[in-house]
T-cell receptor
Framework: NAGVTQTPKFQVLKTGQSMTLQCAQD?????MYWYRQDPGMGLRLIYY???????DKGEVPNGYNVSRLNKREFSLRLESAAPSQTSVYFC????????????FGQGTRLTVV | AQTVTQSQPEMSVQEAETVTLSCTYD???????LFWYKQPPSRQMILVIR??????QNATENRFSVNFQKAAKSFSLKISDSQLGDTAMYFC???????????FGKGTRLHILP
């Protein structure tokens, strides 16, 4: 009963390096999300995908790209990491229409030095 | 664009007391969902309670209840008989029916004191 699985849990990058955060869900959900959480800022939506093959920008998309590889997987890519991208990143998924809750992964703590 | 505002960055109450967390939101939509999520120190996001905008009756889950005022765009969370395990960050969230985008407030850090 995995739910939403994010990898890695922790990562340290140097400025300018690239990396991809992986997310997979096994609940057959249509909608998937990427958020970042910073102190005093709550959770801010980076990108979301309402269904396989579609993605849309959220509140803070600059510096990020996403891929909805299939219904299960939704990855977040940082092409050239910056210290401002130091944050905790959460992936989430939900069934269409808000009839059920959004389920969250355990988060990835990313530090860019 | 929808916005969610939580005006209380931090609160402290004694164990067994009742506490109310405030949330207001701004939207032109008529159909939407509202949520309260809890984030304990483990960082896990846990759904506390959900309210459908078309329902007039306030949602209740055991010690947790909401006061949903649609016209005022207000959605407060009341925790009765508070327990030490209620210590956490609490986030109010909004979801439109049409696109499933979920927007969160900045959170209220709640401390339950022994």
């Amino acid at each position: 009963n995995a739910g939403v699985t994010q990898t890695p849990k922790f990562q340290v990058l140097k400025t300018g390096q690239s990396m991809t955060l992986q997310c997979a869900q096994d609940m057959n959900h249509n909608s998937m999300y990427w958020y970042r959480q910073d102190p005093g800022m709550g959770l801010r939506l980076i990108y979301y995908s309402a269904s396989e093959g579609t993605t849309d920008k959220g509140e803070v998309p600059n510096g990020y790209n996403v891929s909805r590889l299939n219904k299960r997987e939704f990855s977040l890519r940082l092409e050239s990491a910056a210290p401002s991208q130091t944050s905790v990143y959460f992936c989430a998924s939900s069934a269409t229409g808000g009839s059920t809750e959004a389920f969250f992964g355990q988060g990835t703590r990313l530090t860019v030095v | 664009a929808q916005t969610v505002t939580q005006s209380q960055p931090e609160m402290s109450v004694q164990e067994a007391e009742t506490v109310t967390l405030s949330c207001t939101y701004d939207t032109s939509e008529n159909n939407y969902y509202l949520f309260w999520y809890k984030q304990p120190p483990s960082r896990q996001m846990i759904l506390v309670i959900r309210q459908e905008a078309y329902k007039q009756q306030n949602a209740t889950e055991n010690r947790f209840s909401v006061n949903f005022q649609k016209a005022a765009k207000s959605f407060s969370l009341k925790i009765s008989d508070s327990q030490l395990g209620d210590t956490a960050m609490y986030f109010c969230a909004f979801m439109k029916w049409v696109d499933d985008k979920i927007i969160f407030g900045k959170g209220t850090r709640l401390h339950i004191l022994p």
